[in-house]
């Protein structure tokens, strides 16, 4: 593998590589589309969330693709949630329960991305992080969505850096 020396990233197993391998364009296109989302809803977003952050987010929350709802399906019907989004009272897609907590559910990565981009650009939650220019900044100001922010905070960067996931950024 030639990205795989290329970059280092010795200290991934090949599965863990392989879910990096494909979530890192898949960060690159949510991070372009909420730029041009927040936009559109008249954030002036300097960059949209940045791919970085976007990559630790989906490795974290969905243990680099191990996690029940982050698989292609779950209890044999789609799931594909990356980045374990719950379903709130309004959500009209499908949806699973997990430990007592409804998630959202997606037919394929495609759709999850076209959501997840909507999610961070249209809700009030995340508008902070889209305006902020720089990426400790958007990774301050998204922490503060988490119910931990001080850990989430920590293990956030700690793969952003120990991944070298900045490279991906689209600035």
Request: glycine share 4%; charged share 25%; net charge neutral.
């Amino acid at each position: 593998m030639l990205i795989k020396s290329l970059y280092g990233r010795e200290e991934l197993t090949e599965q863990e590589f392989q879910f990096l391998y494909k979530i890192v364009p898949l960060a690159r296109l949510v991070q372009s589309w909420t730029k041009l989302k927040a936009d559109f809803a008249g954030v002036r977003s300097p960059a949209g969330v940045y791919a970085s952050l976007l990559a630790a987010e989906m490795l974290l929350q969905s243990d680099y693709g191990r996690h029940p709802l982050a698989q292609d399906s779950y209890n044999r019907k789609y799931s594909n949630n990356l980045a374990l989004i719950p379903a709130h009272k309004y959500w009209k897609g499908k949806g699973h329960e997990f430990e007592g907590v409804k998630y959202r559910a997606y037919k394929d990565w495609r759709d999850f991305a076209v959501d997840y981009s909507d999610f961070l650009s249209f809700s009030n939650e995340y508008v902070q992080v889209l305006k902020a220019p720089l990426l400790l900044e958007q990774v301050d100001k998204f922490s503060l969505t988490k119910p931990n922010p001080i850990e989430y905070n920590r293990e956030v960067i700690s793969i952003i850096t120990l991944l070298g996931l900045e490279e991906f950024d689209n600035n």
